[in-house]
């Protein structure tokens, strides 16, 4: 982000704090993100659409719900794992569910409270769909990189990521929303 040509002023009359604009190779770098995450999102929905009639979000509940305990997982567990709200959770498991792959189970100890269980249909569609999504992740991203690539680029993502969870109370984040 560079500086525009006029900032606007404000009503204050304390001095205004320049921002700490992008510098030419932050914005380049920037762009290329911004880009590369776009592209690659895309890249992984038209698969998972082509291959399974489902949006990659989709594909990533299934494969949290297939790694968990018994396939089964809170809803509120499942939209943080997920890193979504909890709205899209609900239209997501409504579609899932409409298509037998998920079912919603009450909870026995909280009376608000719901699991999102794992099917056997949806877990068979996830194994049938598994080694195509793998194969497209691999082409599009780790084919690409060396393998010290790959290690910066996990590390990288997990210093953004740690530091856009806070851990304090209060903090806006999907699932709490």
């Not at 990533?60 to 959770?89: C, H, Q, W, Y």
């Not at 790959?150 to 953004?160: F, N, T, V, Y």
Request: hydrophobic share 40%; aromatic share 6%.
């Amino acid at each position: 982000m560079k500086a525009p040509a006029s900032a606007p002023t404000t009503g204050s009359t304390a001095p205004p704090q320049e921002p700490r604009w992008l510098t030419d190779e932050e914005q380049r770098v920037w762009r290329w993100f911004m880009e590369g995450a776009t592209l690659l999102d895309d890249h992984l929905d038209r698969q998972l659409q082509r291959d399974a009639g489902m949006p990659h979000v989709y594909y990533g509940l299934l494969v949290k719900l297939a790694e968990a305990p018994r396939r089964r997982l809170r809803m509120t567990e499942l939209a943080m794992l997920a890193k979504i709200t909890r709205s899209r959770l609900s239209h997501a498991i409504a579609r899932l569910e409409k298509n037998g792959w998920v079912r919603r189970e009450d909870c026995p100890d909280d009376k608000r409270g719901q699991f999102a269980v794992l099917t056997d249909e949806g877990l068979k569609v996830l194994r049938q769909t598994a080694p195509g999504h793998v194969e497209a992740v691999r082409q599009a991203v780790f084919d690409r990189l060396s393998p010290e690539q790959q290690k910066s680029l996990g590390e990288i993502m997990r210093i953004i990521a740690e530091g856009l969870q806070p851990a304090e109370a209060g903090a806006d984040l999907p699932w709490l929303r």
